[in-house]
DNA sequence: CCAATAGTGTCTGTGAGACAGTATGCT
DNA sequence: AGCATACTGTCTCACAGACACTATTGG
């Protein structure tokens, strides 16, 4: 075994710390100037991506389980972090499931692990509970895990199939995403701290999937009172140049407490 | 052991069949006349309340699972059943825990169960799953387990204290409920099949705690065109007699799927 | 007749959506 | 000037909320 497999050697020792049966996928979301996108770990070797995920210690919430994984993959500390669904079908164990085994058993004896106790581990039922994240991705830097090659933004309607049932996490989070969009705090944890009406739009157009309307989105925006205008941004186009805004942050939790309550 | 801890006997063997440290509670919600009730088991001996629930068969989906635990309880089959929440704190394992654990530990050796294993099953840390229902509480049957002496509707607002986070599961699931309002089918579920607008009402203002101007409820809810007038219902006060209702159901899917989409 | 509740009509304010008109930055 | 984009104003329609008015039932 080598020294830089050191991660593998704690996981297979902090087995037993884990909840059996139980796992935690993460779907974080970003915002990259025009496209919604979503952290995605690809794997060594294996042709295989997935979510980031993890597992919960004995001594451990869900919500702390979440939490940590999450720091560990993008190094953020204070996320926007909110359970959405627990997945426990059993059609998440068909096929698609005991190829992914096969691949995480493989990976695991590449690296010296032998115990029958954690291969086993890894191939019994899971149930796995997701979380959604709402990040600023300029400020992550994605780390990949021991499984994993690369750990990258993804665009939403670019996603390679994953593992397992995780493209159907990843829709049932988008899906929450909207119906809650009224009272989540997305302008604030998804844009830089300055950021053009045109910006805020192409987020709600990215997570709404339609056009809206420029000037009445604006109007509407605005209205709601919890911006505060900024100096123009000069672009170099030959064009009236944009404001840029920041969001009050105080007004703004007062306001997603009862809801924005409009329609797009 | 006695005959009739059959059902015991059955949990006990049965228990190898069960997925460690997950369970499912059901917040079962039904409405008579006027107030919004919740079904609860009432514990033999023990002062304790709970709501139904249960364990997850290892071959089983969690949504099967929450089935079949509510037939047991409610002897309805067709049931609205929806996930809503997964409890995983750590909090729940405080001294309400412990002292749940000791009672449901009392009720099964004086029922004859000495088995370690079981003993130690039942004690771990569980995470559990909230799944809330929409029944018609004059259909049911509400059938008591074998820890419990009664099975009983009880109004929200007089709700008894509830093992362990019981309580806080309940008012998970009316927030969901309340949220949820706009793309759930309360009226068909919840209602009998004929019922006036004014039972209507009162069931909406059960549900959002707040009272609810007459006349316009009336003319919103008519304009949706979901509703089929039927004949009127003499009740012998001096006063003009209401028509009764009856959904139409293709009509109200058909809504459903869009979400109502109105203020009340 | 009256009392009580059911059902309908009307007015006002708000806001969404459509779109016209004005302002600005650069070539 | 001309072009492109940003910003503002105006019009219409729909609907929520308040409340007045009519209808019905039985004392």
Not at 53 to 64: A, L, Q
Not at 65 to 70: C, V
Not at 207 to 223: A, C, G, W, Y
């Amino acid at each position: 075994m080598l020294k830089t497999d050191q991660p593998v050697i704690d996981f297979v020792n902090e087995i037993k710390d884990y909840l059996p049966g139980n796992s935690i996928d993460c779907v974080v979301f970003g915002f990259d100037a025009q496209q919604l996108k979503v952290l995605l770990l690809e794997w060594k070797d294996e042709e295989a991506w997935c979510l980031p995920g993890g597992f919960i210690k004995i001594s451990e919430s869900m919500d702390d389980a979440a939490h940590r994984i999450l720091h560990q993959r993008t190094s953020l500390n204070s996320i926007f972090l909110n359970q959405f669904f627990t997945f426990g079908s059993t059609a998440r164990y068909g096929p698609k499931f005991k190829d992914h085994i096969k691949k995480t058993q493989k990976v695991l004896q590449n690296k010296g692990v032998s115990d029958k106790k954690t291969l086993g581990w890894i191939a019994s039922r899971f149930i796995t509970t997701g979380y959604f994240a709402l990040v600023d991705l300029r400020k992550t830097h994605p780390q990949p895990d021991f499984f994993s090659e690369t750990c990258q933004w993804i665009a939403i309607d670019k996603l390679p199939e994953l593992i397992i049932d995780h493209n159907h996490i990843v829709t049932k989070a988008l899906e929450h995403l909207r119906v809650q969009l009224n009272y989540l705090p997305i302008g604030i944890s998804l844009l830089p701290s300055k950021f053009t009406m045109q910006d805020l739009q192409r987020l709600y157009e990215a997570i709404l999937q339609k056009p809206l309307e420029r000037s009445n989105f604006q109007r509407k925006m605005l209205k709601l009172g919890i911006f505060i205008r900024l100096e123009k941004q000069m672009t170099g186009a030959a064009n009236k140049a944009p404001y840029l805004y920041s969001f009050d942050t105080e007004k703004y939790n007062q306001l997603l407490e009862k809801g924005i309550g409009f329609t797009y």
